[in-house]
């Protein structure tokens, strides 16, 4: 499982105080991109190439607890490939206080390999099916700014 840390800022949240329903699953992607980065793949890179765009076709979140601004966050991310052409990012929000961490909510996203221009699903590209079948190793990044840290 992939681990990203990362703290709640005040643009995260809404007039209540609390994490924006949609910016925890912008978090969430965050996470997947930090996760491509990481293993060597780049989404600008796919996309100036032109042959393939793996867009995400589905989405959804459930909240069990609030977040905070202020509050610390360790999203972990765990990938499986579905199909040859299909792959599906789990996610498990946790908030790091108070002690034990809280499972705070939990998402779900579902992407396609689609070829370009003729916009039909095709299999992922070789490197891309590569780290997806590497994903259950198991490191953390480091994305706090040093202020956070503890």
């Known amino acids: 499982m992939f681990t ?68 610390r966050l360790e999203i972990g991310l765990q990938i499986e490939q579905a199909s040859d052409h299909r792959f599906i990012c789990n996610y498990h929000v946790r908030r790091q206080r108070p002690e034990p961490m809280e499972v705070i909510a939990r998402a779900q996203t579902q992407h396609l390999c689609i070829a370009l221009p003729a916009r039909q699903k095709c299999a992922l590209p070789p490197d891309w099916r590569s780290a997806i079948g590497d994903d259950p190793v198991s490191y953390t990044h480091l994305t706090l700014p040093t202020i956070l840290r503890v």
């Open 4 to 71: 990203h840390l990362r703290p709640v800022y005040l643009a995260d949240t809404d007039a209540a105080g609390v994490v924006y329903f949609n910016r925890l699953l912008e978090i969430c992607h965050e996470t997947y991109e930090v996760w491509l980065m990481d293993r060597g793949l780049s989404l600008q890179r796919l996309i100036q190439q032109g042959q393939f765009a793996i867009p995400l076709i589905h989405a959804d979140i459930d909240f069990l607890a609030p977040a905070y601004c202020g509050d």
